[in-house]
Structure formats: structure tokens, C-alpha cells
């Protein structure tokens, strides 16, 4: 079975500033993917970033970048100079390669806020 | 290229009622895939068709149901609703394939479904 666990329910930081979502998961796949997702109140899943359990670099995309721990089991959501329009819910998930197990399994999500 | 589109976008009914929500893939994509969204339960998965065929299923009741059609285009059944139906239910699609990393899931802006 695939577990993310995210256990900060909300966050607040203000603009410009760095901010750090955590994300810790249990899988027994030897290979699998994990992403970060986040759902503004319209409700729409926006994809942000991918990592592979077997890249060796850490995963950046634009001001969003993944702080890969994988002997730890942490994909930490690093987002750089927040902007109000990244106040949302973010969530984690986790998928593995097999048929049989590429539904993506989510974490309970961060509800962050940006402060002007 | 037109995203993951979802109709209708909300839905009023009543208990023991049955329901079609409906799903279009990005053009190309052949697997679709079904979420459903609680506040209590988070992001659950319900099943996921490719090339017309239910390839993985979540653990929900009977009473879920779906299927695809040789355009990709898939809809999902609840019949007999119940109160805890009243969610938002979301449709994925992607390529289908088995790169994790190619594969990643655009979702759509899901179905608001309210139980009475």
C-alpha cells in the first residue's frame, strides 16, 4: 500500500517570502513517482512538479522545486517568493509503475495562505 | 490543445436518485480517471479506464460505476445516491502508458455533487 502524510494543515507566509510544504510516504514499490498538485477554491487540480524515485537531481520548476529525501521518505514542496495567487490547498501524491498501482494516492493536503 | 473537460459542473439531487457525470481527455490521451473529493475522506480513488477497458478500481461500493468510449470520452454512475455521496468528483486523464513521469494526470474542474 502507498501512504502520503502531510502533516502541516496550514500554513501561512507572507509575500516574497520562501516557504516549505512538508510531505513524508510509505510505498513498497522499488520505483514510483511523486507530485505535487494544488487546488485553488475553483477546485481544479493544477499540476506543479514530478519526481522519480530513481532522479538524482532534485525536481525545480520555476519558483517550485522538490527537496528529494528518499532514504527519509520526504518530498518536501519548496516555493520561492510566494505571490497572493499561490494562496491555495497543495497536495502531495504518490504513484507507482505497475498497471495495477498508477492511481495516484494524495495526502490530506496544506492549505496555504499568502499575506501581503 | 483544450484541457480535461467535466459536465455538468454542479449537480443537485436527491437521496435514492442516480447520477451520470461525464468526462472529456485532452485530445490524444486514452486513460481517464475518477476521484472523488470529501472534506472527511480527502481525495479518494475510484477507478481508471484505458482503451475502453476499467484497467484499475478503488474501493467504493457497487454502486459506483463507469465506463469509456472508443473516443476516451468516459462517464461515471452512482445509483441509489446516499447523503455521503455529496462530494467533488474529479476526471484525469493522461497518456496511458507506462512512463510514471510521462504519464502525469491533468485534471479537470471536476463535478459538484450535492445529495438532499
Given at each position: 500500500a502507498q501512504k502520503i502524510t502531510q502533516t502541516q494543515p496550514g500554513m501561512f507566509v507572507q509575500e516574497k517570502e520562501a516557504v516549505t510544504l512538508d510531505c513524508t510516504y510509505d510505498t513498497s514499490d522499488q520505483s514510483y513517482g511523486l507530485f505535487w498538485y494544488k487546488q485553488p477554491s475553483s477546485g481544479e487540480m493544477i499540476f506543479l512538479i514530478y519526481q522519480g524515485s530513481y532522479d538524482e537531481q532534485n525536481a525545480t520548476e520555476g519558483r517550485y522545486s522538490l527537496n528529494f529525501q528518499k532514504a527519509r521518505k520526504s518530498a518536501n514542496l519548496v516555493i520561492s517568493?510566494?505571490?497572493?495567487?499561490?494562496?491555495a490547498m497543495y497536495f502531495c501524491a504518490i504513484r507507482g509503475v505497475d498497471t495495477g498501482r498508477r492511481a495516484l494516492t494524495f495526502g490530506s493536503g496544506t492549505r496555504l495562505q499568502v499575506q501581503p | 490543445k483544450a484541457g480535461v473537460t467535466q459536465t455538468p459542473r454542479y449537480l443537485i439531487k436527491t437521496r435514492g436518485q442516480q447520477v451520470t457525470l461525464s468526462c472529456s481527455p485532452i485530445s490524444g490521451h486514452r486513460s481517464v480517471s475518477w476521484y472523488q473529493q470529501t472534506p472527511g475522506q480527502g481525495l479518494q480513488f475510484l477507478f481508471e479506464y484505458f482503451s475502453e477497458t476499467q484497467r484499475n478500481k478503488g474501493n467504493?461500493?457497487?454502486?459506483f460505476s463507469g465506463r469509456q468510449f472508443s473516443n476516451s470520452r468516459s462517464e461515471m454512475n452512482v445509483s441509489t445516491l446516499e447523503l455521503g455521496d455529496s462530494a467533488l468528483y474529479l476526471c484525469a486523464s493522461s497518456l496511458g502508458g507506462g512512463v510514471v513521469r510521462y504519464n502525469e494526470q491533468f485534471f479537470g474542474p471536476g463535478t459538484r455533487l450535492t445529495v438532499l
Open positions: 517568493a510566494s505571490q497572493l495567487g499561490d494562496s | 467504493f461500493p457497487g454502486r
